[in-house]
């Protein structure tokens, strides 16, 4: 079976990690160090804070810069769950916008009219790898006064201008999980230029603590090991390597997956997409329906997912902070995308061979 994502992962990692372990430091040391110089040099950010997901990456910042009860945060209802659950993890309200057609992005038209008084933040996702457009934006809460903070969880590496996500927002979020574009195994990271912002967090993601046993305030652990640090710093110099083979395999699907009905990803001008997922959409036009392309292709050796079958205004759980049909468009993708294996231990026979099969079953 070709697995829909897959870390790669070498004997630099293991040797890395080995090498932590024998040294006896394996919580939080100098590897955690060097990786937050790292990445946030990669991402140009003068300050970063490496943790233990990209859950508590958005749930501190969002902490860091104030949100509590009463504030609303601005979402796409087309994401992963944790871009709005962070916002209730600091007793905040996110309000669902929806998002554009071609770039399954935050659409500006739906951000706008979900602005209120009481909007403090928009949490723009650069969905799939594909940075949204994030100067509209920010000309936005510039406007207004409100952050923007970038989730970059699917977006290492991928520029907007020739600039790297990360470096945008007041706080830039990412995560390292296994099928990311680079992992630590679990991790995350927040970048930032803005050294009150980072010393916040910092404190946040471990227990409060100004310096050892001195809280000022009450914090969590959420602290990234020496271990994951060491893991990702050998990731990281393989990130560039690994989007561009992602953007051969989704190069060469757009140059020959030709089917009726079926939608492939659109690029936006002016970004690098680094291709974390690659979508198609299959619509009523084409020979089978989604879920019978996903069996079909299942039947032949390849898996395949749907992110995300339900979007987020429709979560059992955000019941009470949904709008009356806000988000039409994601509900339309949500019914139609299918992600088809982008990672990249995707070889070049095996990417012939998906694309072939699309095209014959679909
Ligand atoms: C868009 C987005 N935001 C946030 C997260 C949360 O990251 P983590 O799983 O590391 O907590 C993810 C991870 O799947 C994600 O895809």
């Known amino acids: ?190 970048t930032t230029d803005n050294p009150v912002l980072a010393q916040r967090i910092r404190r946040i993601i471990n227990h409060g603590q100004e310096e050892k046993y001195l809280h000022t305030g009450i914090g969590y652990n959420f602290r990234m090991s020496d271990i994951c640090a060491a893991i990702g710093l050998e990731q990281l110099r393989k990130l560039d390597l690994f989007n561009a083979h992602r953007q051969n395999t989704a190069a060469f699907y757009n140059d020959t997956i030709r089917c009726p009905g079926i939608i492939l990803p659109e690029e936006t001008a002016g970004v690098e997409h680094v291709y974390h997922q690659y979508v198609v959409r299959v619509t009523d036009d084409a020979r089978l329906t989604r879920d019978q392309l996903a069996i079909a292709l299942r039947e032949r050796g390849i898996s395949t997912a749907v992110h995300y079958p339900i979007p987020l205004h429709r979560q059992p759980v955000f019941e009470k902070c949904s709008q009356k049909g806000c988000c039409s468009m994601a509900d339309q993708l949500a019914a139609e995308v299918l992600s088809l294996p982008v990672h990249p231990l995707v070889n070049e026979e095996e990417r012939k061979y998906i694309s072939n099969c699309v095209n014959e079953v679909a």
Request: charged share 15%.
């Open 1 to 190: 079976m070709i697995p829909i994502g897959r870390p790669s992962l070498g004997d630099e990692e293991i040797g890395a990690a080995v090498s932590v372990l024998r040294s006896g430091m394996i919580a939080q040391g100098p590897k955690v160090e060097e990786f937050e110089g790292a990445f946030s040099h990669y991402c140009g950010t003068g300050y970063g804070i490496a943790m233990n997901s990209g859950t508590a990456a958005l749930h501190t910042s969002l902490l860091a810069l104030g949100i509590g009860p009463g504030d609303e945060v601005i979402v796409p209802s087309f994401t992963f769950f944790a871009t709005a659950s962070s916002v209730c993890m600091c007793r905040a309200r996110p309000v669902f916008a929806d998002v554009d057609e071609g770039s399954f992005n935050l659409s500006i038209d739906s951000l706008q009219e979900h602005l209120t008084q009481r909007t403090r933040a928009v949490i723009g996702v650069h969905l799939f790898g594909q940075p949204l457009p994030i100067r509209p934006v920010q000309e936005i809460c510039e406007e207004r006064g409100i952050h923007f903070v970038e989730d970059a969880a699917q977006a290492h590496g991928a520029t907007y201008h020739g600039k790297r996500v990360g470096g945008f927002g007041v706080a830039g979020c990412f995560s390292f999980y296994p099928t990311k574009n680079m992992t630590t195994g679990e991790g995350g990271f927040v």
